[in-house]
């Protein structure tokens, strides 16, 4: 064990060269909503790159890819041992948050293909369409379809927060593939993702076996009230759309404050209409992302956020309507594989700890159809979803020779 090592300078030079599809300037993070042109160019780097290690690639209905390796001593009747996660990102993204669980996969299969080693699983990298759920909700869309959750046709006719319909972009940047949807059940799937919250580094450990991901709620709220003249409107007279969003906001805060433990509430996206300086708002569209650990607890959080709605619907005399754009339960990984990666970080001499995710990821989704578990590495000053999310080199080489043991301890080494 651990005479195999991946490069972690050529993994970090990937990293580098994908970010700058999409760059924001002056940071070192990226913009690539979903099935952008930006997306797309990424996509076809990655894919560029799955080829120049002579994988099968394809692409599905739904433009999940998937490239898959087979070494001289593979059984290919057997199920790919599988890993990868997605690269779009939210538009205020860092480099690491997805991009580095799918490039730490090819990394995995060059060092194997480069050291002669085989395995008896293949092994399969893939990269979710819109993981994110940021243009399309709901979150994780292209895994959900992989794994038969989620209607194909259903999952096209998405239409995005831009009023764009999911199928059309999927057509615009050439990934409507024809592979078949729900996709292969891997034998296995390991996913390594940057933490994306503070916990590692503030303990000092570099490894995260993660054990489970926690609960996730989004509703999107419309609130429709009058529109009237800022100046000449009596306070008593009024059915302010605006005021009622902000007043839900702020109770979400109350909310998790009430419920406190791991309870987390946030309202990231507010669109006023007519949207104008003296004119109080007829229209108000929002969005709520409540998450829990407990479901019994994220259900309590989720009727308090509607009790709130009705009453302030009937005290400030405007309608409220709701819609659910994603409802997750708490997932619980494999405890096989769970035990496979610390053991594996002992061995490479990493510290670890076991630990739940805050986020959503793929491999919830996978976990559905397999023994699915995941691996984090720590995030800088717990940021993410943020230009300057950063993971430092020697942390990206830990997690990725982590990846690259545990996935050959399940797919079966053999030279
Ligand atoms: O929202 C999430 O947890 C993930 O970033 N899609
Ligand atoms: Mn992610
Ligand atoms: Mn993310």
Redesign the pocket.
Same mark, same amino acid.
């Given at each position: 064990m651990g005479q195999l090592s991946i490069n972690g300078n050529r993994l970090w030079d990937r990293l580098d060269e994908l970010a700058q599809i999409g760059a924001i300037p002056e940071t070192i993070g990226s913009s690539r909503l979903a099935l952008t042109k930006e997306d797309g160019r990424a996509r076809d780097l990655v894919v560029s790159w799955m080829k120049d290690l002579e994988m099968d690639v394809t692409v599905d209905g739904i433009g999940n890819v998937v490239g898959v390796w087979h070494g001289p001593k593979t059984d290919t009747a057997l199920r790919p041992v599988m890993t990868g996660s997605h690269i779009d990102t939210?538009r205020s993204g860092g480099r690491f948050?997805g991009n580095l669980g799918v490039l730490a996969g090819l990394e995995v299969v060059q060092t194997i293909t480069e050291m002669g080693v085989s395995s008896r699983h293949p092994i399969a990298v893939g990269f979710f369409t819109g +993981? +994110? *759920? /940021?243009r399309f909700a709901p &979150?994780?869309l292209g895994s959900l379809v992989y794994v038969g959750a989620l209607d194909l046709e259903t999952a096209l006719n998405t239409v995005g927060v831009d009023g764009e319909v999911l199928g059309d972009e999927l057509e615009r940047i050439g990934y409507a593939g024809r592979a078949m949807c729900p996709g292969v059940i891997p034998e296995a799937f390991i996913e390594l993702h940057i933490e994306?919250g503070p916990v590692l580094e503030t303990e000092g450990i570099t490894i995260g076996a993660v054990e489970s991901v926690q609960g996730?709620s989004w509703t999107e709220i419309t609130i429709e009230g009058q529109s009237n003249h800022a100046g000449t409107t009596p306070m008593s007279m009024r059915r302010d759309a605006g005021y009622v969003a902000g007043e839900i906001s702020t109770h979400v805060r109350q909310i998790a404050n009430q419920i406190g433990g791991t309870q987390v509430g946030t309202v990231g996206k507010i669109d006023l209409h007519p949207n104008l300086v003296n004119v109080v708002a007829s229209k108000a569209s929002m969005t709520v &992302?409540l998450?829990n650990t407990s479901e019994m607890i994220l259900r309590e959080s989720e009727s308090y956020l509607a009790t709130f709605c009705e009453e302030i619907s009937e005290k400030e005399n405007v309608t409220i309507s709701s819609k659910s754009l994603a409802r997750f339960e708490p997932v619980e990984f494999d405890n096989k594989l769970i035990e496979t990666i610390s053991s594996t970080a002992d061995n490479l001499g990493f510290s670890n700890r076991r630990m739940t995710s *805050? /986020? *959503? @990821?793929d491999a919830q989704i996978l976990a559905r159809v397999c023994p699915s578990a995941m691996i984090f590495v720590p995030s800088k000053g717990g940021l993410? @979803?943020n230009p300057e999310e950063y993971t430092s080199l020697e942390e990206v080489s830990a997690g990725a020779n982590v990846l690259l043991h545990a996935i050959l301890n399940v797919a079966g080494e053999c030279s």
């Open positions: 939210v948050d +993981e +994110e *759920g /940021a &979150d994780m994306q996730i &992302d998450r *805050g /986020a *959503g @990821h993410s @979803h």
